[in-house]
């Protein structure tokens, strides 16, 4: 997943109210599908979730699974639902857009719900719902961010990254989560893909 043409460009827009009931149809058309593999409730994230918040109108669904390798036939499954599956950091989800890179309507991240991944992408949502100057700062930086990086949104994601670390910093103790995933200082974190 590099910038290019055969992506989406990176356009941020207004809220819209309606991105709560969009989030909450296609977590139930996929609590039906991916029911064999889910181990809790699947989760709104990104901008599109934060009341208020400037974003590519691009719905997240986070869904937790046990683990990766026992829930890799979903695969299959949730391509047969409309979404392409990119093995974009593999070792730490499964990711899907829908209907394509090109075309974006959704992002479904499956994440082993145990892990520091799951914790950080809920604690960066909880913390700008909760602290309006922080999404106000954060959504500053979106927009400039879309304006540098109008067609790579891989830039515009990295770009972003020294903010949510932050934010996750701030919200979560050191060595939270999946003791493998906190004890090796190499591992990429939440660097915001769907914030």
Not at 37 to 66: C, F, N, Q, R
């Amino acid at each position: 997943m590099t910038g290019g043409s055969d992506e989406a460009p990176v356009v941020v827009v207004a809220y819209d109210p309606t991105w709560p009931a969009q989030f909450l149809q296609e977590r139930a058309r996929l609590e039906d599908l991916l029911a064999a593999w889910l181990a809790g409730p699947i989760e709104h994230i990104g901008s599109t979730a934060i009341p208020g918040m400037i974003a590519k109108p691009v719905i997240d669904l986070m869904a937790p699974v046990d683990d990766l390798d026992a829930s890799r036939p979903a695969i299959a499954v949730v391509e047969a639902a409309g979404y392409a599956y990119f093995p974009y950091r593999a070792e730490s989800m499964h990711w899907f857009c829908k209907p394509s890179a090109a075309f974006r309507t959704h992002h479904l991240h499956l994440v082993p719900r145990d892990s520091r991944l799951w914790q950080e992408r809920l604690a960066f949502r909880d913390r700008l719902r909760a602290e309006p100057r922080l999404a106000a700062e954060y959504a500053t930086l979106k927009v400039r961010l879309a304006r540098q990086h109008p067609r790579d949104r891989e830039a515009y994601t990295d770009a972003k990254a020294p903010f949510v670390r932050r934010v996750v910093a701030e919200a979560l103790p050191p060595g939270a989560g999946d003791p493998a995933e906190s004890a090796d200082p190499g591992r990429r974190r939440y660097d915001g893909p769907g914030a």
